[in-house]
């Protein structure tokens, strides 16, 4: 699979059924319903490796699995039709991998079985060019996705020569391969990966380990460590596909085997929820300041996120607003207000942002609204929020404060 970014399409071709049938189907999924675009273009074929080209708006398959053996030929998709493109490049070959170098204007192909190979070829549109041999070591079965981000190939696991699962994870800047990480996922093979652009980590699911267990754990890459993230999800499974919409904020997976001989037709998406509202800390006076999400109010972009804050004591109340829990200037986080007449009390966020105020909406209470605009660039930023209200008499500062609430900010 993978994400037309011009069509704001998910396109999938091609795979294997039941019986070891090759397919040679086009479908194309909007985020609501899956719609068989193509009867007709590449021959059936599974194995086979796609990877969607945004500075001229095609999706490319090359090569794969028929029943007449390994197949060598690129095609083109445009979003009407399939288009087979004369090109010589890369010996024909099954369970490469490839993805597009958006910075670079090149589809990235590597390895692959033909048998076990470790060369490293682009597709400009017109020309394939070998440009690495070596890198990696040879491999099948592995996968791939471009981090835009730090402009780098991403290449996790696959199947070497001796038939033992690989775990490594390799970049590749366009000139040259290097071992990123040794730790992280399992060794697997028949995984499946995809960048997801607004949280800049490359997110991968599943495949198989080598005691042929299907796998159903979720990693994500920052371009310095993996981390599992631990949520439910699609069942085990490999051989499936994967792609990221970046016009919905979602990672979809569809299809894979459950089995040797089960085949899924589930259509999964994987995203952050649409915002977290969490309280921590305690406020203080009698009764304490409490800062909680208004009604059910919970930060997603292109909303009004709200927060209520009760127990004012006297009128004047306002809000402070952090980006760290853990540190404000040489203070360590939570910070007793003691030495400011204020026993008790405890600063529980960095305040880069204080006095900022709030509505009254009745006696002893007020409401902090804040629109979040719809930027996918604020999806997953965190954000510390406290509560100030004067009240004279509590202590020698006469200032009570709340307790914290942190807003992950959601999809929409």
């Not at 070829?121 to 440009?131: F, I, K, P, R």
């Not at 310095?224 to 979602?250: C, I, K, L, N």
Request: hydrophobic share 40%.
């Amino acid at each position: 699979m993978a994400y037309d970014t011009h069509r704001d399409r998910t396109v999938l071709f091609g795979g294997q059924a039941s019986g070891n049938v090759a397919l040679g189907d086009t479908w194309e999924w909007d985020g609501t319903t899956w719609t068989q675009v193509a009867s007709t273009g590449p021959a059936p074929r599974y194995w086979h490796a796609m990877a969607y080209d945004s500075l001229r708006n095609r999706t490319v398959v090359f090569g794969g699995r028929a029943a007449s053996g390994n197949l060598g030929d690129t095609w083109e998709w445009d979003g009407t039709s399939w288009a087979l493109l004369p090109a010589i490049g890369p010996s024909a070959r099954n369970s490469h991998a490839m993805t597009f170098d958006s910075t670079r204007g090149k589809t990235v192909l590597f390895g692959g079985f033909s048998p076990y190979l470790d060369d490293t070829w682009e597709w400009d549109g017109t020309t394939w060019t070998q440009v690495a041999a070596g890198g990696p070591p040879p491999r099948n079965t592995h996968a791939m996705a471009y981090d835009s981000h730090r402009q780098r190939t991403v290449l996790f696991g696959g199947n070497d020569a001796t038939g033992l699962n690989m775990g490594d994870t390799w970049e590749w800047d366009g000139a040259v391969w290097t071992q990123a990480a040794t730790t992280g996922p399992s060794d697997r093979r028949y995984h499946a990966m995809a960048f997801d652009s607004q949280r800049q980590r490359i997110v991968l699911f599943g495949g198989r380990s080598l005691a042929t267990t299907n796998l159903a754990d979720t990693w994500e890459w920052d371009g310095t460590v993996w981390t599992q993230v631990v949520t439910p999800g699609p069942a085990p499974r490999r051989q499936h596909g994967m792609a990221y919409d970046s016009q919905r904020f979602r990672t979809v997976l569809f299809g894979g085997r459950s089995s040797f001989a089960g085949y899924t037709g589930d259509t999964w998406e994987y995203a952050l929820p649409p915002g977290i509202a969490t309280t921590y800390g305690n406020g203080c006076g009698s009764p304490a300041l409490a800062l909680t999400p208004a009604g059910n109010s919970v930060p997603t972009l292109g909303t009004t996120a709200q927060l209520a804050l009760t127990n004012i004591p006297a009128g004047l109340a306002f809000v402070a607003i952090g980006w760290s829990d853990t540190a404000a200037g040489p203070w360590t986080l939570p910070y007793p207000l003691t030495t400011f007449g204020m026993p008790g009390c405890d600063l529980l966020q960095s305040a880069e942002l204080t006095g900022v105020p709030v509505a009254p909406s009745g006696p002893g209470s007020a409401v902090y609204s804040l629109a979040l605009p719809n930027w996918a660039s604020l999806i997953g930023v965190q954000i510390y929020l406290q509560g100030w209200a004067l009240a004279p008499g509590a202590n020698p500062a006469d200032i009570i404060v709340s307790n914290g609430v942190e807003w992950v900010l959601g999809n929409p």
